[in-house]
């Protein structure tokens, strides 16, 4: 039977958290907040309904960061790892940084978004669709590359 469950956590082990598959979504985002939060070229997210993720550990250690007036990052305050996103642009889900889990999910990454925001120190070259624009999910051209 496959497993309907994957766990995860910071990287200090303070905060520990399970979410149930199936996952909704899963891609890379280019946009720089997400790029100065993780300090990476790019993060990348897969999300559940809220219902389908469960703090086991460290809840008094997640603190949340309030980055925009559409949303909110959460990260253990103990280690810095940064863990939760919430976006009014998707209410009632959570979307969860892939690197932060112990093992695979239920899908591979499907597309980079707000992929016009990028580095440009960053090089994609894995045949991804890229979408940008005001929403970062629009269809964008990428010429010559
Ligand atoms: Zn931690
Ligand atoms: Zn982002």
Excluded: K
């Excluded at 909704?24 to 990348?44: E, I, K, P």
């Excluded at 253990?76 to 996103?85: H, N, V």
């Excluded at 892939?98 to 591979?108: T, V």
Aim: hydrophobic letters at 35%.
């Amino acid at each position: 039977m496959a497993e309907t469950q994957v766990l995860g956590g910071c990287l200090c082990g303070r905060v520990r958290f399970r979410i149930e598959l199936p996952t909704l979504f899963c891609g890379h985002c280019h946009c720089s907040m997400c790029r100065r939060n993780h300090g990476a070229s790019h993060v990348t997210w897969f999300a559940v309904p809220e219902a389908q993720l469960t703090i086991e550990a460290g809840e008094q250690d997640l603190t949340r960061y309030v980055s925009s007036p559409h949303g909110s990052r959460s990260f253990c305050g103990q280690c810095g790892s940064s863990l939760f996103c919430v976006t009014a642009a998707h209410p009632g889900q959570v979307d969860i940084p892939l690197a932060n889990m112990d093992g695979p999910i239920d899908r591979a990454p499907q597309l980079h978004f707000f992929f016009d925001d990028r580095a440009p120190w960053a090089f994609v070259e894995d045949g991804l669709p890229r979408l940008g624009g005001e929403s970062g999910m629009e269809p964008i051209d990428s010429p010559g590359e």
